[in-house]
């Protein structure tokens, strides 16, 4: 199971009951017996806010594309304020990944204040009415959400659906891509929208239930049906570059489709598009093919130099995000994966054998029934499992009573409500 759950709908007013249920049997296993349920949407306060405003509506545009060598910090401060139409950061997300010369592994206060200090340069050097876009990982974007809500406007919350790794219980397979604008957010007058809307993917993704089949695209075809929708805030249909063939020398290059989404979404021909981590140039290659001005700070010189002969091969009319015969050295991923384990006894037959004392007990075992009752060592059963729902889940009924303290479909007691785990 994967941290994005497309197949539950939720409509905003009512009690959750769909993610409850999930919740309940992921989580509804001793040591636990209640799941507490609380909205607290009326409970958020929104006093806290510095806005930046713009000092009598000056906008100061510094002109020309340009990719500047050098740290983001530095860079940010020479840039006027309240300067740029739309900033797209994809900061390095301290998991530890090889780059050329920053440390991913920092303390993580460092990282937050750091954050925090680059957040707050590139709001200012935003035009009121635009959009400045983060990305990292979930982890983290709720800490930089909460910053960023302190001197901006929230506009929207996107997740990404781009990173599937077996590395934890619920597999992560999203990242959160978090939208602020200085002010009330500006519309975006897209005339190239309007002519591509119905085919192009930059604009609609593809519907949910989309089958790739040769089969069903004809039926669905002479049906006159569209295999796209318009684009909603889930975005699971561009994927990561997994072939080397599509990377170049830098460990974690976007695919270019994200950004050609982000940049259509948020910008106009002739805007001024900047990115403080541009790495390889994902966002200003974008930019330049979209017809967008461009400001890409980098702080390594090798991965600004990639960058700097990717745009120059743009301009000789190569597309640079086009296969390559190289494979790039630079290793896509290095997050901490689960550990290979060796299994004395197969997981198959721990489970059959716990489903077998459980028709003979007449309900779940727990960790002392097995304990006493089965033939194999207890701690099979704490090691190859990650949890006792695991372990029991041959267990046909799970031995759960659902026990609601408070009706589950009304207002305001919809607020809060408990589960009870028998
Ligand atoms: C997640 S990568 C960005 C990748 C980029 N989106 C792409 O598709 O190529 C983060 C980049 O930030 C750069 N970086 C780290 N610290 C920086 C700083 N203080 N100023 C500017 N760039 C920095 C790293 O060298 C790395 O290339």
């Known amino acids: 199971m994967s941290d994005i759950w497309r197949d539950i709908s939720y409509d905003n007013d009512t009690a959750p009951r769909a993610i409850l249920e999930r919740l309940k049997d992921l989580f509804g296993h001793e040591p636990y017996s209640q799941l507490i349920y609380c909205d607290v949407r009326n409970f958020l306060t929104y006093s806290n806010k510095r806005k930046f405003h713009s000092s009598n509506g000056m906008i100061n545009n510094p002109g020309g594309s340009r990719l500047l060598n050098g740290d983001c910090l530095d860079v940010l401060k020479t840039i006027p304020e309240n300067s740029v139409d739309f900033i797209f950061a994809d900061p390095p ?88 604008s200085k002010g009330r957010p500006i519309e975006i007058a897209n005339h190239e929208k309007k002519a591509r809307w119905e085919t192009s993917q930059d604009f609609m993704n593809l519907k949910q239930w989309y089958c790739a089949r040769a089969s069903c695209i004809k039926k669905r075809n002479a049906a006159k049906i569209t295999d796209r929708q318009p684009i909603g805030n889930l975005w699971w249909d561009i994927h990561r570059l997994k072939h080397n063939s599509k990377r170049v020398d830098h460990p974690c290059q976007l695919p270019p ?45 090798k991965y600004h130099a990639i960058a700097e002969q990717r745009h120059l091969d743009l301009q000789k009319g190569r597309d640079p995000f086009a296969k390559n015969g190289t494979t790039p050295k630079a290793k ?72 609601l303290s408070q009706p589950i479909n009304t207002r305001p007691d919809d607020q809060q409500m408990q589960l009870s785990f028998g």
């Open 93 to 180: 997300y301290n998991i530890k990944k090889k780059y050329d010369n920053w440390n991913d592994a920092q303390d993580i206060s460092n990282y937050f204040s750091w954050c925090d200090q680059w957040i707050a340069e590139s709001a200012r050097v935003l035009k009121p009415g635009r959009t400045f876009a983060i990305i990292n990982i979930p982890l983290w974007i709720v800490r930089h959400f909460s910053f960023a809500r302190s001197i901006l406007d929230y506009q929207d919350w996107i997740a990404w659906e781009g990173l599937s790794l077996p590395v934890r219980k619920i597999m992560p397979a999203h990242y959160g891509i978090i939208c602020f």
């Open 257 to 301: 489709s994200l950004m050609k989404r982000l940049i259509h979404t948020f910008t106009k021909e002739g805007d001024l598009i900047l990115d403080p981590f541009n790495g390889a140039g994902t966002t200003t290659l974008t930019s330049e093919m979209l017809g967008r001005k461009f400001i890409g700070i980098e702080l390594s010189a």
């Open 332 to 403: 896509n991923s290095r997050v901490a994966r689960l550990q290979k384990q060796k299994y004395e006894v197969p997981k198959k037959t721990l489970q059959i054998e716990v489903k077998e004392i459980a028709i003979k007990l007449g309900r779940r075992p727990d960790r002392e029934d097995i304990i006493r009752l089965s033939k194999y060592p207890v701690r099979y059963f704490d090691e190859y499992f990650i949890d006792w729902g695991e372990v029991c889940s041959a267990v046909g009924d799970k031995g759960m009573t659902e026990n």
